[in-house]
């Protein structure tokens, strides 16, 4: 069974019809390489995938649970699907651990002694246990990036969404950073992610999305998409990239 269920997905802002029938099923432990140039749609389908955006028709389903459009189904939603950012959007003023303890509290509920436990443990999975007590400003972007990662981990999350989140880095912080995507990758975590770094979709993604003008243009294994392009809009994309 799909465990991310995307059925002829329909978003509008105003009169810009921005996904246009959207159809993608994700099994547990696929990652998923979402590519296509800017303006195609790309934040616009993670962000409705855990629940930041309402959609208009069709269906998204996680794990079994249908998405329905009302609050209560949302926060459950956003519950269960974890998102990272080009912006790590860490608290300036609490420590790398302080970070991953707040969310865990605030949303889970979930007790302080517990929360620090989890806290040190996701830092230490993104190789960051001896910076828990470093403040956002003493960490470089790849390790801010690395603490949001652990952040999300915290929640539990059954499948994350990544949205370039390399984009924001000097060149030299991006490795680390994709070093712990496929990490986790490896370890069987779902993902789906928005990305430009093509050499890493070709070798630890397992199907490439590539949309274009909010359609699924192309998708399919990245040994197909890459190498054996069908359209002309694909073929100038990976031309550009
Ligand atoms: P991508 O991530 O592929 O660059 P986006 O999903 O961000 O594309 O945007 C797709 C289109 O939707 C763009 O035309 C963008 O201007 C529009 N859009 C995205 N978010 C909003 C919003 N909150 N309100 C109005 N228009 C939006
Ligand atoms: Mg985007």
Redesign the pocket.
Same mark, same amino acid.
């Given at each position: 069974m799909s465990l991310i269920e995307i059925t002829e997905v329909r +978003?509008s802002? &105003?009169a810009?019809e921005? %996904?246009k029938g959207i159809n993608i099923d994700v099994d547990p432990g696929e990652v998923i390489a979402?590519i296509? +140039? @800017? &303006? @195609? &749609? +790309? @934040?616009? %389908? %993670?962000?409705c995938i855990n629940g930041l955006?309402l959609i208009d028709n069709g269906s998204i389903s996680v794990a079994g649970a249908g998405l329905l459009p009302d609050e209560l189904h949302l926060k459950a939603l956003r519950l269960k699907v974890g998102m990272i950012f080009q912006q790590f959007n860490l608290f300036p003023h609490l420590t790398a651990g302080g970070n991953v303890v707040l969310s865990q509290m605030v949303v889970r509920k979930t007790p302080k002694a517990e929360a620090e436990a989890m806290a040190r443990k996701m830092l230490e999975r993104v190789g960051l246990g001896h910076k828990y007590d470093a403040f956002p400003d003493e960490l470089s972007g790849g390790q801010q990036q690395r603490v949001a990662i652990a952040r999300a981990l915290a929640m539990q999350p059954i499948a994350l969404l990544c949205?370039?989140i390399t984009s924001a880095l000097d060149p030299e912080l991006v490795a680390e950073v994709l070093g712990v995507v496929r990490e986790l990758a490896s370890e069987g975590m779902t993902l789906l992610m928005?990305t430009h770094e093509m050499k890493f979709a070709r070798d630890v993604c397992s199907r490439v999305v590539f949309?274009h003008q909010?359609r699924v243009h192309e998708i399919g294994k990245p040994e197909e998409v890459f190498a054996d392009p069908k359209t002309p809009e694909l073929k100038q994309f990976l031309g550009m990239h």
């Open positions: +978003k802002f &105003g810009n921005v %996904l979402i296509g +140039k @800017s &303006g @195609s &749609g +790309k @934040s616009t %389908l %993670l962000r955006e949205d370039e928005v949309m909010g």
